[in-house]
């Protein structure tokens, strides 16, 4: 079955200005098949749309608002994807969740999220 | 990019019908047949119930449909059911070739 499986620490403390490096590990389908996107949900707050990774050319495309910012790579040896954000401020406080995209633009499944508190 | 437009909140008893809209542009929702949607209950990843504006997944129940008119994508919920109970998201990808989300929708069963 397909599973996304996030950062097996489930959760990450970091201080503002620092980076955080999540991952993002694919089982159940042919890895390199499917574009994998990132998502994240602060508290309380709405989703938002982050980035996307092609784990077979390795093409990637951001929101505008984490130009400079993010970085996402990916691992064909162990079906793994991965999301860097630098720079964080307390305003990036949030779930973080991959997705795998299917279907025009829709993300069939999710990962179980990874929580992101940035805090001095 | 904007969030997409969706109602804060919608209510309903349990077997009505209850509609979800989410307006966008013609940048993304009414320029593509690229909406979908996603069920959230608290604590949880979000899940998809719609792709492609009017597809559901297999297992998603046929009591969820999808529609769009314009720049205005709908989610239609009949016989309401007390687990449907959830926020409610669309998504949409938009000609900048990425995505955005709606403000999203808390659904509140009577």
């Known amino acids: 079955q397909v599973q996304l499986v996030q950062s097996q620490s489930g959760a990450e403390v970091k201080k503002p200005g620092a980076s955080v490096k999540l991952s993002c590990k694919a089982s159940?389908?042919?890895?390199?098949?499917?574009?994998v996107h990132w998502v994240r949900q602060a508290p309380g707050q709405g989703l938002e749309w982050m980035g996307i990774?092609?784990?077979?050319?390795?093409?990637?495309r951001h929101a505008q608002k984490f130009q400079g910012r993010v970085t996402m790579t990916w691992d064909t040896s162990t079906s793994t994807v991965y999301m860097e954000l630098s720079s964080l401020r307390s305003e990036d406080t949030a779930m973080f969740y991959c997705?795998?995209?299917?279907?025009?633009?829709?993300?069939?499944?999710w990962g179980q999220g990874t929580l992101v508190t940035v805090s001095s | 990019q904007s969030a997409l437009t969706q109602p804060a909140s919608v209510s309903g008893s349990p077997g009505q019908s209850i509609t979800i809209s989410c307006t966008g542009t013609s940048s993304d929702v009414g320029g593509y047949n690229y909406v979908s949607w996603y069920q959230q209950h608290p604590g949880k990843a979000p899940k998809l119930m719609i792709y492609e504006v009017s597809n559901r997944p297999s297992g998603v129940s046929d009591r969820f449909s999808g529609s769009k008119s314009g720049n205005t994508a709908s989610l239609t919920i009949s016989g309401l059911e007390a687990g449907d109970e959830a926020d409610y998201y669309c998504?949409?990808?938009?000609?900048?070739?990425?995505?955005?989300f709606g403000g999203g929708t808390k659904l509140t069963v009577l």
């Open positions: 997705a795998r995209h299917n279907s025009g633009w829709a993300f069939d499944y």
């Open positions: 990774i092609n784990p077979s050319g390795g093409i990637t």
């Open positions: 998504s949409s990808y938009t000609s900048s070739g990425t995505g955005v």
């Open positions: 159940g389908y042919t890895f390199t098949s499917y574009n």
